[in-house]
């Protein structure tokens, strides 16, 4: 088969970049996935995310290597194997970033990525409940729904606890400013996860021109004898298929496919390449560098008064749930469990808010099996989570072996650097400076984990190492930039040196972004699906 574009990856990115690109009827657009098809109700109910925390069905399950800095604990990866990628089976919460996270891709040589520049392509993506603003779309495929009005009364103790400590009340964390507490939005529509592969990709299936290929897992690039690349090779249903693009493949396999693609085709360090025995076509050794992730650790509280673990942890609560949400498509069911929270200075040096807190009215745990779904802990609770916003560690993905069944190396190198040790302490200091609230002096009845026995830099810091883990925002490894040695694409998303490549998704993040990174993957791929039209219109 030859089309004029290939993108390889159905996922958050992959599903907006076919539409786009499609749209028009002038172009023929492949789209290929490793992944089924989002079949499955859990994938549609936003509580259903649980069911999919560990279901190789839809789920790549990776593993960190051993984090030296974690005690040497191997972490969970969890990243989405099926239409619509991670953003079919993550939790929901819709969050741009700061304008400050896009004016530094800018300043660091990626012309064209300031907010300014960006914030037409966020609004371009998105239909928001509270209609169309200077800072909100109306008429795009993503919808948007603030949970403001559906939150559990403890997460409105939350939001007083905040205000009592000075933090400013923030009504809209996609609005003029990120800081503050407030109440995250999600992205659904009429109760149902609203994701790209739902709203981008379904209705663009209908068109002559945009062919969809699933469980289909890419292999290798192919080149012709100049170097350029010409298609991809994928493995699908036990036999090898060759398809080939006339313009360009993009790759948006995310964060952890996309350098592994890239590096089973001979390009990255060639020194590394050479050990596995695969012939060097490019020497690019940023590929499947400059890792990053926001590292999350909670908080777990026992509650005064009733919760939603009593609801979620019994059967008829949950049938009660359930019948609100078939009846009225609202309720806990309808909603994220990360309800309330905020982006918070940790300290009064930072320059900007550094910290982002998630507030949870109910404390639970997701056990390793896919039938089990949230188990809530057995009493009434609650719990409060942070992650530092802007990490300065950097890790790395890379191949182990050209063994297609071999898992990758992923090392994220959590809290290599002093900053995110010394902002690791200010979150936990932060949270407890919370709880210790009036606001919610009357729902807090005991610090059940870590325990108020655990205090002192050291002890903290203990348990942090012990308990923290990733909050699955995997970004930067295909970074983009204008240097060779330490980026992979330019500023309009082309690979350094290997014509007819492009990437779109979160690994070409310069830098990560405060909050959830969804929303701003999704961002880039409407400006990417621009930049190669422009180009192929010229």
């Given at each position: 088969m030859e089309v004029d574009f290939i993108v390889v990856g159905a996922g958050s990115a992959g599903c907006i970049l076919a539409s786009r690109l499609s749209e028009s009827g002038r172009y023929?657009?492949?789209?290929?996935?490793?992944?089924?098809?989002?079949r499955s109700l859990w994938l549609k109910i936003p509580v259903g995310y649980a069911k999919s925390y560990h279901n190789p069905a839809v789920n790549w399950m990776h593993w960190s290597a051993p984090e030296p800095k974690l005690n040497n604990r191997r972490l969970y990866v969890p990243r989405g194997k099926v239409i619509g990628g991670s953003g079919a089976i993550n939790a929901m919460i819709y969050v741009r970033g700061d304008r400050a996270?896009?004016?530094?891709?800018?300043?660091?040589?990626?012309?064209?990525?300031?907010?300014?520049?960006?914030?037409?392509?966020?609004?371009?993506?998105?239909?928001?409940?509270?209609?169309?603003?200077?800072?909100?779309?109306g008429q795009g495929p993503i919808h948007i729904t603030p949970m403001r009005d559906g939150i559990h009364p403890i997460s409105r103790a939350f939001l007083r606890a905040g205000a009592e400590l000075g933090f400013a009340q923030n009504l809209d964390f996609n609005g003029e400013t990120l800081e503050g507490v407030g109440v995250y939005d999600i992205n659904t529509r009429n109760g149902f996860r609203s994701h790209s592969g739902v709203e981008y990709l379904k209705p663009a299936l209908r068109r002559a021109n945009l062919v969809l290929e699933t469980d289909a897992l890419a292999e290798r690039l192919l080149f012709d004898e100049t170097g350029r690349v010409t298609g991809v090779e994928v493995s699908q249903h036990c036999r090898l298929r060759q398809f080939h693009a006339r313009r360009e493949v993009i790759l948006s396999a995310g964060a952890v496919q996309s350098p592994l693609l890239l590096q089973r085709s001979g390009l990255g360090a060639?020194?590394?390449?050479?050990?596995?025995?695969?012939?060097?076509?490019?020497?690019?050794?940023?590929?499947?560098?400059?890792?990053?992730?926001?590292?999350?650790?909670?908080?777990y509280y026992r509650?005064?008064?009733?919760?939603?673990?009593?609801?979620?942890?019994s059967l008829a609560g949950k049938a009660w749930l359930g019948a609100q949400y078939m009846l009225t498509r609202k309720g806990p069911f309808a909603m994220s469990v990360n309800q309330a929270g905020g982006f918070l200075r940790g300290n009064p040096a930072a320059d900007r808010a550094n910290l982002q807190i998630y507030f949870n009215p109910l404390s639970y745990r997701i056990p390793n099996n896919p039938k089990a779904g949230l188990l809530p802990e057995p009493y009434p609770g609650f719990l409060i989570a942070f992650s530092a916003c802007r990490p300065e560690s950097r890790g790395e993905i890379r191949l182990v072996s050209p063994n297609m069944a071999a898992e990758p190396l992923i090392r994220p190198n959590y809290l290599s650097a002093?900053?995110?040790?010394?902002?690791?302490?200010?979150?936990?200091?932060?949270?407890?400076?919370?709880?210790?609230t009036a606001a919610l002096s009357d729902w807090v009845d005991a610090e059940v984990s870590p325990s108020q026995a655990i205090n002192g830099d050291t002890?903290?810091?203990?348990?942090?190492?012990?308990?923290?883990?990733?909050?699955?925002?995997?970004?930067?490894?295909?970074?983009?930039?204008?240097?060779?040695?330490?980026a992979v694409v330019d500023a309009r998303l082309r690979v350094h040196a290997v014509a007819g490549l492009r990437i779109a998704d979160a690994s070409v993040f310069p830098s990560i972004t405060a909050g959830n990174i969804n929303a701003p993957t999704m961002m880039v791929a409407e400006k990417a699906a621009d930049l190669i039209l422009q180009d192929a219109d010229a």
């Open positions: 023929s657009v492949l789209l290929i996935e490793a992944g089924g098809k989002d996270d896009f004016d530094d891709w800018q300043a660091a040589g990626n012309p064209g990525w300031g907010f300014d520049d960006v914030l037409p392509f966020f609004r371009k993506l998105e239909t928001h409940q509270r209609g169309e603003s200077e800072w909100h779309g060639g020194d590394h390449l050479q050990q596995l025995g695969i012939p060097v076509r490019r020497h690019l050794p940023a590929i499947g560098q400059n890792l990053q992730d926001h590292l999350c650790a909670s908080f509650s005064k008064k009733p919760t939603l673990n009593g609801l979620f942890g002093d900053k995110d040790v010394a902002e690791a302490l200010d979150g936990m200091r932060l949270i407890r400076r919370l709880a210790g002890a903290l810091l203990d348990y942090f190492r012990d308990n923290s883990g990733s909050i699955y925002h995997l970004c930067g490894t295909c970074a983009m930039g204008p240097e060779v040695a330490r």
